[in-house]
């Protein structure tokens, strides 16, 4: 069956299979705080580099960050999933990251 990418994937999912799994060990230079940290941004976007020029022939069509807001909510504002944090401000700080590493990774895919 022919996607309509030209590849077999009709979608790449960038972030990571279940979002409290991250990608910090990939990310080397990350020391702490994960989506916390502001540096996520910067590294994300060399993941994001790596991964579109690798799979790049394979598909065009690419998800950056799969359901952010879910994500920063559960895990820092409800604690319902890890890393388990009530932290209203925390919740923002991740929110803010996020937004910006998807701009950030955004840019990158269309350059």
Request: hydrophobic share 40%.
């Amino acid at each position: 069956m022919e996607s309509n990418c030209g590849g077999p994937f009709d979608l790449v999912f960038l972030d990571p299979p279940y979002h409290s799994g991250l990608i910090e060990p990939a990310l080397s230079g990350l020391r702490e705080g994960g989506w916390l940290n502001p540096e996520i941004v910067t590294l994300f976007q060399r993941f994001v580099q790596k991964a579109v020029g690798e799979l790049a022939d394979l598909c065009n069509v690419w998800c950056t960050i799969n359901e952010p807001s879910v994500y920063a909510a559960k895990g820092f504002y409800d604690g319902s999933w890890p890393p388990g944090k009530t932290d209203l401000s925390a919740y923002f700080q991740v929110t803010y990251n996020m937004a910006l590493a998807h701009a950030a990774a955004y840019r990158t895919i269309h350059e």
